[in-house]
């Protein structure tokens, strides 16, 4: 029952958005919009800024929602984390643009970890890459993945995630190879596809 309260909240809280940024929504907008009152609202949060991190948390960036598709693949890890985005169009823009863009980077982050680091650690144990090297490796993909979504969220995500998403795969691929053939112990038929 809490949880969904909580959704109301945050629905309430998207409805206001679409009408005026969220440095001028106040508790009072979003418990009428919710058709709640003002301490059921202080029951579950402290403030808006708590309510956000909560929508990021736990229902924008929730990874159980990315895993109920299974990926097998980065690309679509990648492309589903950009749809969940456009999904969330209006309320992730004001709140990067509002309050604060490392908050959006840190789930943004979180997400990428989680779907592309699955499938990229599945790829790279299967190429034989050492354990050691694993991470690093990683950290490249998931810092590069969200360098290109933050890049399309500064223009205002105008531009198709799939046509994005291809660009990146050609170059992901490329480097996944160079990766694959500095360890030369591995055959070519081991090498997974990107």
């Not at 969220?22 to 418990?31: A, F």
């Not at 109920?68 to 990067?96: A, C, H």
């Amino acid at each position: 029952m809490a949880d969904t309260t909580k959704r109301l909240l945050v629905q309430s809280l998207k409805n206001q958005l679409k009408k005026k940024s969220l440095g001028k929504i106040t508790i009072s907008d979003i418990t009428s919009g919710a058709g709640v009152n003002r301490m059921t609202f202080y029951y579950h949060f402290h403030d808006i800024y708590e309510l956000v991190e909560w929508a990021f948390r736990d229902e924008i960036f929730n990874i159980s929602t990315l895993k109920n598709s299974p990926i097998t693949n980065w690309r679509e890890g990648v492309l589903d984390v950009f749809r969940l985005l456009q999904k969330n169009k209006v309320f992730i823009l004001n709140v990067y643009r509002s309050i604060s863009r490392e908050q959006v980077e840190t789930h943004l982050l979180r997400a990428l970890d989680e779907v592309v680091g699955h499938a990229l650690t599945e790829q790279l144990e299967r190429a034989g890459i050492p354990p050691t090297e694993q991470p690093f490796i990683l950290r490249f993909y998931v810092y590069g993945s969200t360098g290109i979504i933050l890049a399309w969220m500064e223009h205002g995500m105008k531009e198709d995630p799939t046509v994005i998403v291809d660009r990146y795969s050609r170059l992901v691929r490329s480097t996944l190879r160079g990766i694959f053939e500095t360890y030369p112990d591995l055959s070519t038929e081991d090498k997974p596809d990107a």
